[in-house]
């Protein structure tokens, strides 16, 4: 199985920072990196697939990049709606995986 | 707006089979692939596998021994059979929608349900 290694595990920023989030892959998985947000209690959100689409509706502060084995997400300006989970995932091959997930505090 | 609803027992005892529905409303499950996630604190997020409009599935081998998926066309759900669960089968878990995309040729899970606890316990 290829491992997702995702970090930080969590971060404390303010609002307006801007924060990366990486995940490294065990093997080459090109781009097949997607990234999610995960609120307590609601559907986990897709956010940006093939490591650099972002989805529609999704707020173009977010951006994915990377190819290989090295992808991260970026929040250009933190916003309030954005303190909660962020998770990758490769879809390279399967069985598909998951990073460990980054929870992203308000300091 | 198509939206996912998983429900199921709650509680399953050790050595018993659990069985999960996912009710899709505002589109069809006809044309796409289905994925079923699990999460727990000590594993965190895995992938149990999928089954397409078709019929075809393809699992998560640490769990294929043990996963069966299926559509029910006419009631427009997805359903998750895992047999002889233990302690370490407790999560939430989750049904989504495996979008394919022929123009990258990637699968992304771009439609999720809320999830629904399982705990096995006697």
């Known amino acids: 199985d290829i491992q997702m290694t995702q970090s930080p595990s969590s971060l404390s920023a303010s609002l307006g920072d801007w924060v990366t989030i990486t995940c490294r892959a065990s093997q080459n998985i090109r781009t097949y990196v997607n990234w999610y947000q995960q609120r307590p209690g609601e559907a986990p959100r897709l956010l940006v697939s093939v490591a650099a689409v972002l989805q529609t509706g999704v707020p173009s502060r977010f951006r994915g990049s990377g190819s290989g084995t090295d992808f991260s997400l970026i929040i250009a300006g933190l916003q309030r709606d954005d303190f909660v989970t962020y998770f990758c995932q490769q879809s390279y091959s399967f069985p598909w995986t998951f990073g460990q997930g980054t929870r992203v505090e308000i300091k | 707006q198509m939206q996912l609803r998983e429900s199921g027992p709650g509680l399953v005892k050790p050595s018993e089979p659990l069985s999960l529905t996912c009710n899709v409303s505002g589109g069809s499950v006809r044309s796409h692939y289905w994925s079923w996630i699990r999460q727990s604190p000590e594993k965190g997020l895995q992938w149990i596998g999928y089954v397409r409009d078709s019929g075809t599935t393809n699992y998560n081998p640490s769990l294929q021994s043990r996963v069966t998926m299926s559509l029910d066309r006419s009631k427009n759900q997805i359903s998750l059979t895992l047999t002889s669960v233990t302690a370490t089968d407790t999560g939430l878990y989750y049904c989504?929608?495996?979008?394919?995309?022929?123009?990258?040729?990637?699968?992304?899970?771009?439609?999720w349900g809320r999830g629904t606890l399982v705990t096995v316990s006697s």
């Open positions: 989504a929608r495996a979008n394919y995309d022929t123009l990258t040729a990637d699968h992304h899970l771009d439609l």
